[in-house]
């Protein structure tokens, strides 16, 4: 018992400030699979991109991006933190071994979007799963994304399904 706290003390030391690796190692991946994930409170893509420009009733958006330059230029130019998250992204087109999804959810504010878990649905087919945390308020739905960068050693998929709350949003790579 006393070697479990020294060992979750030691990791809570060592992540600290590390909040999107927390989340990673929390989800539930296939072994061959690399996640890393971020969280954005606000929405850093560019209207034609945005869950925004979906239509009314979607409530679950997804978009994939191969190449840095494809997912660099469907953001606003303020949006730091999301650019240099891609940044650190080797994608498949630019001869790496990573696809970027942008998994965005229409909520109220004091909602967060995570990630929950990642499966294999298929040889080239993945299916996410992501939670809302926190107590939806009766307040006008905002914008929330998670990025999610997904290196498969079997390759990109060729299809996504996000899965959030019973609602889905599917995107071919």
């Not at 990673?24 to 969280?39: C, G, K, L």
């Not at 992204?89 to 942008?102: E, I, P, Q, R, S």
């Not at 080239?124 to 050693?153: K, Q």
């Amino acid at each position: 018992m006393k070697r479990r706290g020294v060992v979750i003390g030691t990791l809570a030391v060592a992540t600290a400030g590390c909040v999107d690796r927390i989340h990673d190692v929390a989800a539930s991946t296939p072994r061959d699979i690399d996640v890393r994930s971020r969280y954005f409170e606000t929405d850093p893509l560019v209207e034609s991109e945005s869950i925004v420009s979906a239509p009314m009733d979607v409530e679950t958006h997804a978009r994939a991006y191969t190449g840095a330059e494809t997912a660099t230029d469907a953001m606003v130019d303020d949006a730091e933190a999301a650019r240099e998250f891609v940044t650190e992204t080797a994608f498949v087109d630019d001869g790496g071994d990573a696809v970027l999804l942008v998994a965005q959810r229409l909520a109220p504010p004091s909602v967060d979007f995570r990630l929950a878990s990642v499966s294999r649905t298929g040889e080239h087919a993945l299916r996410i799963s992501a939670s809302e945390v926190g107590t939806r308020h009766e307040e006008d739905p905002v914008a929330h994304t998670l990025f999610i960068r997904l290196a498969d050693e079997r390759g990109p998929p060729e299809r996504v399904t996000v899965s959030v709350s019973g609602d889905r949003a599917s995107v071919t790579v």
